[in-house]
């Protein structure tokens, strides 16, 4: 079986700080993980996805994460932050390539405090 | 390319009524998915298809759930006599193939009073 656990439901950050949300993982097979950001009362939409071809996965709109088997972690981060981050941010896990049967945390609402 | 889409975007309805969601993916997506997500959780897998075949369906899925995709490109989900517990976010996603991202809709909020 597969699970991910989110750090903190809540993240705070000032504009222009280091954002970082935290995402660990279990699964019994190599795992494919994902990022995703969820606006208000809007779909998800991919941020980046771990496949197995690089540790250090670059996303959309300056983020990135970095795979680490040994602490069974796919943190996100972005260098500085920007208003419009503000968001809910999911990490998830998958026995596939592809976002079939997607293993989803809890979340972290992201505020960006001006 | 005009994205996933899903009708309607609001509904409220009483305790035992039946509700029906449509999904209708981006075309030439082979695969659809469904999700259901509750206030402050993420996103749990309901079901799949491949075309027009139910692969498989999440323990979630009580027998009070069913869905379709009839033709292999819309999809509907129907959740008869509903309970306050259904009350929640569905999601709809579809993917080209097993190896490719899927794209998610806005979703159905659903609120049973």
């Known amino acids: 079986a597969q699970s991910v656990t989110q750090l903190g439901s809540h993240v705070s950050v000032s504009e222009g700080a280091l954002v970082l949300l935290r995402c660990n993982y279990s699964?019994?097979?190599?795992?494919?993980l994902f990022w995703y950001v969820q606006y208000p009362n809007q779909g998800l939409q991919l941020l980046l996805k771990?496949?197995?071809?690089?540790?250090l996965v670059k996303g959309i709109n300056g983020f990135e994460a970095e795979f680490k088997k040994s602490e069974t972690s796919f943190h996100l981060t972005k260098p500085s932050a920007h208003m419009s981050d503000a968001a809910e941010y999911f990490c998830?896990?998958?026995?596939?390539?592809?976002?079939?049967?997607?293993?989803f945390g809890q979340g972290t609402r992201l505020t960006i405090n001006p | 390319d005009t994205g996933v889409s899903q009708d309607p975007r609001h509904k409220i309805t009483k305790r035992g009524q039946n509700v029906t969601f449509r999904c209708d993916p981006i075309?030439?997506?082979?695969?659809l998915y469904w999700y259901r997500q509750t206030l402050g959780q993420g996103p749990e897998f309901l079901t799949y298809?491949?075309?027009?075949?139910?692969?498989?369906k999440s323990r979630l899925l009580s027998d009070r759930f069913s869905a379709e995709r009839p033709k292999g490109s819309f999809s509907t989900l129907e959740i008869q006599r509903t309970e306050q517990g259904d009350s929640a976010m569905y999601l709809c996603?579809?993917?080209?193939?097993?190896?490719?991202?899927?794209?998610f809709g806005q979703g159905t909020r659903l609120t049973v009073v």
């Open positions: 996603a579809s993917s080209k193939d097993v190896n490719t991202e899927a794209f």
């Open positions: 699964s019994s097979v190599p795992p494919y």
């Open positions: 298809f491949q075309n027009e075949a139910q692969l498989e």
């Open positions: 075309s030439e997506h082979n695969r």
């Open positions: 771990y496949t197995s071809a690089a540790t």
């Open positions: 998830a896990v998958s026995d596939q390539q592809g976002a079939q049967k997607l293993v």
